[in-house]
């Protein structure tokens, strides 16, 4: 007897209710809350200023390095006239562990337009926020749901991964369709959430965070989303969000000169205002973009080897302290830190140290001449991570009895 035929539709999965989201995430944030400093509220109300400068922290870096220093930069500038008053040396210099100065140089910025431009009151809406220096999309819709309760959309890697998985959406994290389709959903759940947006959109990355973490893992068993999310019902969590495409590393290789004086200053300098690590300060260095340590020019390794050079450093002894290797976002840094001890520092001849190079070849040129200082005070006026482990580790072989 022939078979039937039968029509077989397949459902798609209806795409959860931005209501029961929203409700849900505000809920579970106001129970679940971490304690951290900058969500301490006064009479009820978020401080703007706190939101200021705990985004910028927070950008980039992990909260548990945000917490070590959010407390110690908030004592030294209290409010936000205490900050746009103050020199940005001071300020660089109590961002020191955080890394990524320029936000440091935009958030002091940002403080002086809020003084200036907007009668010291921090904008609330989306548009004015994102007039101040360093803040872009992200922040100012952070800044104006978080701080001001108003229904705008954030979206950052959490929010990507959290509704990506609600949805089911399989795109990689950094796709430009991604992101333009987290936007657009975000904003429905934002405007979903009514006067609650404050508590969703938190609780949005709070959950990103806490419970839908990247990789196999996401806690669903105890997700208040757990019966909305498509992802988990299909058992799809560990490939959504798919994998970011993976970008060609740039390299930099550095020779940095260890440039002792009898009395224990070292030789410093200053950055100058623009590109990478802007405005920080450093012992005299010589950038060598894209080059391995076997592809550093001849005529720097003679002149780093040969004493009898010519220019302020000629008979000047340099050794190879130590070689140091560093891993930041976007590129690879290994720096050769060579020792040399001075009779006398004097900045007025050796502001013209070439390294051996053409002029041209040096690709940092200090913004001010080298000065001497001791390394504490280098530390103090602000320096780059990567080249304060450089400095860590020249500072620890010369104090080896090897040495
Ligand atoms: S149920 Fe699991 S995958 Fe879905 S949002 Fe919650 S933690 Fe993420």
């Not at 039968?6 to 409700?23: F, K, L, M, W, Y």
């Not at 705990?54 to 110690?72: C, D, F, H, P």
């Not at 009898?262 to 030789?267: A, E, F, N, V, Y």
Request: net charge positive.
């Amino acid at each position: 007897v022939p078979l039937k035929k039968r029509n077989i539709t397949v459902q798609a999965p209806q795409p959860p209710d931005v209501s029961e989201i929203a409700g849900r995430l505000a809920a579970w944030f106001a129970l679940h809350a971490r304690d951290l400093p900058w969500r301490k509220r006064i009479r009820g109300k978020r401080n703007p200023y706190a939101g200021l400068v705990s985004e910028a922290m927070l950008q980039q870096t992990q909260v548990s390095r945000v917490i070590e220093k959010y407390g110690e930069f908030m004592q030294r500038f209290p409010t936000l006239h205490a900050l746009a008053d103050a020199n940005e040396s001071d300020v660089t210099a109590a961002w020191a562990g955080l890394g990524y100065y320029r936000r440091a140089r935009n958030l002091h910025k940002a403080a002086i337009m809020v003084r200036d431009q907007f009668g010291g009151k921090l904008p609330n809406s989306v548009e004015d926020l994102r007039l101040l220096p360093g803040v872009g999309r992200y922040t100012a819709g952070a800044i104006a749901s978080i701080v001001f309760n108003q229904p705008e959309p954030l979206v950052d890697g959490n929010v990507v991964r959290v509704l990506s998985r609600l949805y089911a959406r399989p795109g990689a994290a950094d796709d430009n369709v991604t992101l333009r389709w987290t936007w657009d959903r975000e904003a429905e759940v934002a405007r979903a959430a009514g006067p609650d947006v404050a508590a969703c959109n938190e609780g949005l990355m709070e959950l990103g965070a806490t419970i839908c973490t990247p990789g196999a893992t996401p806690r669903c068993d105890i997700c208040p989303l757990r019966t909305l999310c498509i992802a988990a019902r299909e058992g799809k969590q560990s490939q959504i969000p798919a994998p970011k495409a993976s970008k060609a590393r740039a390299r930099l290789h550095i020779i940095m000169l260890y440039l002792e004086g009898k009395d224990g200053t070292i030789l410093i300098e200053q950055r100058p205002p623009g590109g990478l690590w802007a405005g920080l300060w450093q012992p005299p260095c010589l950038e060598l973009p894209d080059t391995s340590p076997e592809q550093v020019p001849a005529s720097v390794r003679t002149w780093l080897n040969t004493p009898s050079r010519t220019g302020p450093l000629r008979n000047v002894i340099l050794t190879l302290l130590c070689t140091v290797t560093r891993t930041l976002t976007h590129r690879d840094v290994t720096f050769e830190v060579y020792h040399g001890t001075l009779p006398k520092l004097d900045p007025s001849e050796l502001h013209t140290i070439t390294f051996g190079a053409p002029k041209a070849k040096r690709t940092i040129t200090s913004a001010a001449r080298p000065i001497p200082a001791t390394p504490a005070q280098l530390t103090s006026r602000g320096i780059s991570n990567a080249h304060a482990a450089a400095l860590t580790a020249a500072q620890t072989k010369l104090k080896s009895p090897q040495h």
